[in-house]
């Protein structure tokens, strides 16, 4: 059984920086592409960033592209969203998610993904 566990939320103020780090244990970390999605309080899950199998490819929502980062360690089967210039608009739970896959492809619908943390909370004050 995959577990994901995500860690490094927290309480900001605007134009901060925070990293969150998933920890992937049960099965290797090259099987899967990994994303992040995040939701606010009354709006449904959005996708944010994702990261193909052995991390040749990357895509990000419109939202974040240019302020967030997602990367992966093979070595220590762990997914990164570096978070700079953060706004209060970010603010939601942030999940990983993973999907087994034996593609390069990345995936940025949450109905895509086969595994999911117990979420984050990233709050972002003005």
């Known amino acids: 059984q995959v577990q994901l566990v995500e860690s490094g939320g927290g309480l900001v103020q605007a134009g901060a920086s925070l990293r969150l780090s998933c920890a992937v244990s049960?099965?290797?970390?090259?099987?899967?592409?990994m994303g992040w999605f995040r939701q606010a309080p009354g709006k449904e899950r959005e996708f944010v960033a994702t990261?193909?199998?052995?991390?040749?490819?990357?895509n990000y929502a419109d939202a974040v592209r240019g302020r967030f980062t997602i990367s992966g360690d093979n070595a220590k089967n762990t997914v990164y969203l570096q978070m700079n210039s953060l706004k209060p608009e970010d603010t939601a739970v942030y999940y990983c998610?993973?999907?087994?896959?034996?593609?390069?492809?990345?995936?940025?619908?949450?109905?895509?993904?086969?595994?999911w943390g117990q979420g984050t909370q990233v709050t972002v004050s003005s």
């Open positions: 990261i193909s199998r052995r991390g040749g490819n990357l």
């Open positions: 049960g099965r290797a970390f090259t099987n899967y592409a």
């Open positions: 998610a993973a999907k087994s896959t034996s593609s390069l492809y990345t995936y940025s619908a949450s109905a895509q993904y086969d595994y």
